[in-house]
């Protein structure tokens, strides 16, 4: 994200970024001119909306959400609250995002299921965090918990990493409920290829604006960034479920 903001202060004198209307993916690939302009700032739009703060327009990217005036002069990168209704705008604009991308997902998860399941939480992991292995290491307390865990993949050090590689072979082991708790206990893993979603979960993690793991993404969409024992997260999702 430093890469991008120190682009925008190259780019910013340049012509506007974004359309002055509103968008949708095949009227972004018809503009060119829209397109470069983006990618000079290291993104990659893919749907404008109108956002729910009047005159602004929401627009989604590889690198998760920014919003932009309605004239395409200026991006902006930020947290925004409603105060009158008490929403953070942020998080119920990318609930919905989260939700179907996750779902597209699920056939390619790594689960845990829990026998008296009672929710679902997608993971996003890294074999090498230690609150990612941590997190493994109780992975018995949140199946005790009715709480089945679905892992993506998101390799922290990106697509040339080692850790990549790794969960590749995890992604590809015949045993992949194995494969994973060997190396999040720190052995080495069988090397295996195969054609995998490792890379298209890394991507989507990163469309949510994920930077570190482990990442949870509830049943509603929300997104809890870091580790939460199960107890804690339990009681969060029996809270959410009463809503």
């Not at 570190?212 to 009681?235: E, F, N, R």
């Given at each position: 994200?430093?890469?991008?903001?120190?682009?925008?202060?190259?780019?910013?004198?340049?012509?506007?970024?974004?359309?002055?209307?509103?968008?949708?993916?095949?009227?972004?690939?018809?503009?060119?001119?829209?397109?470069?302009?983006?990618a000079e700032l290291g993104?990659?739009?893919?749907?404008?909306?109108?956002?729910?703060?009047?005159?602004?327009?929401?627009?989604?990217?590889?690198?998760?959400?920014?919003?932009?005036?309605?004239?395409?002069?200026?991006?902006?990168?930020?947290?925004?609250?409603?105060?009158?209704?008490?929403?953070?705008?942020?998080?119920?604009?990318?609930?919905?995002?989260?939700?179907?991308?996750?779902?597209?997902?699920?056939?390619?998860?790594?689960?845990?299921?829990?026998?008296?399941?009672?929710?679902?939480?997608?993971?996003?992991?890294?074999?090498?965090?230690?609150?990612?292995?941590?997190?493994?290491?109780?992975?018995?307390?949140?199946?005790?918990?009715?709480?089945?865990?679905?892992?993506?993949?998101?390799?922290?050090?990106?697509?040339?990493?080692?850790?990549?590689?790794?969960?590749?072979?995890?992604?590809?082991?015949?045993?992949?409920?194995?494969?994973?708790?060997?190396?999040?206990?720190?052995?080495?893993?069988?090397?295996?290829?195969?054609?995998?979603?490792?890379?298209?979960?890394?991507?989507?993690?990163?469309s949510f604006g994920i930077?570190?793991?482990?990442?949870?993404?509830?049943?509603?969409?929300?997104?809890?960034?870091?580790?939460?024992?199960?107890?804690?997260?339990?009681?969060?999702?029996?809270?959410l479920a009463k809503r």
């Open positions: 994200m430093k890469r991008i903001i120190a682009a925008l202060c190259l780019a910013l004198p340049a012509a506007p970024i974004v359309a002055a209307t509103t968008a949708v993916p095949a009227a972004l690939q018809a503009d060119q001119q829209l397109q470069q302009r983006m993104l990659k739009p893919t749907s404008v909306a109108n956002a729910p703060v009047p005159g602004l327009l929401q627009v989604f990217t590889d690198r998760g959400l920014f919003f932009a005036s309605s004239d395409g002069q200026y991006l902006i990168q930020g947290e925004v609250f409603d105060l009158k209704n008490k929403v953070h705008v942020n998080e119920e604009v990318m609930k919905p995002m989260r939700l179907a991308g996750v779902n597209k997902m699920t056939p390619s998860a790594i689960e845990f299921k829990a026998k008296n399941e009672k929710f679902v939480v997608t993971v996003f992991t890294d074999t090498d965090c230690g609150y990612c292995r941590k997190l493994h290491s109780e992975m018995q307390d949140y199946l005790d918990a009715g709480i089945s865990i679905h892992y993506l993949a998101y390799p922290r050090g990106g697509e040339n990493s080692q850790t990549f590689s790794t969960l590749e072979s995890i992604w590809c082991s015949k045993d992949k409920q194995g494969a994973m708790t060997k190396a999040k206990g720190g052995s080495d893993v069988s090397v295996a290829k195969c054609d995998n979603n490792v890379a298209a979960q890394y991507h989507l993690g990163q930077n570190g793991t482990p990442a949870m993404v509830l049943p509603d969409g929300s997104l809890i960034p870091g580790y939460q024992p199960a107890a804690a997260l339990a009681a969060a999702l029996t809270q």
